[in-house]
Nanobody, 124 residues
Framework: VQLQAYGGGLVQAGGSLRLSCAAS????????VGWFRQAPGKEREFVAA????????YYAESMKGRLTISKDRAKNTVYLQMNNLKPDDTAAYYC??????????????????WGQGTQVTVSS
């Protein structure tokens, strides 16, 4: 499965972006899709995740209330809507797929196909 993440950009604080993660060479069936981010000099951290088939979404506590993960089965695409963005949200955002169990949904080691990052920059 090849993943392509896009939709990043430059936005002012308080603004919104919708990131997309499209799959090619396969589908999301049977996988969970996760979003992670990494800022310069920082470790990669969990943002959001959801199983493609069903189930409730997982969100990072630091961003809860500002995120919505959704999917379009016809387009084989997962979306991450991010609202009320803050300068601390500036990072490269990555989507990934894997087959984690519930307790490992937020761990990047649970995901084994990764897309290239899309840069999100939030200005103050």
């Amino acid at each position: 499965v090849q993943l392509q993440a896009y939709g990043g950009g430059l936005v002012q604080a308080g603004g919104s972006l919708r990131l997309s993660c499209a799959a090619s060479g396969g589908t999301f069936d049977g996988y969970a899709v996760g979003w992670f981010r990494q800022a310069p000099g920082k470790e990669r951290e969990f943002v959001a995740a959801q199983r493609w088939s069903a189930g409730y979404p997982y969100y990072a506590e630091s961003m809860k209330g500002r995120l919505t993960i959704s999917k379009d089965r016809a387009k084989n695409t997962v979306y991450l809507q991010m609202n009320n963005l803050k300068p601390d949200d500036t990072a490269a955002y990555y989507c990934a797929v894997g087959r984690p169990i519930a307790s490992t949904m937020t761990r990047d080691q649970s995901y084994y196909y990764w897309g290239q990052g899309t840069q999100v920059t939030v200005s103050s």
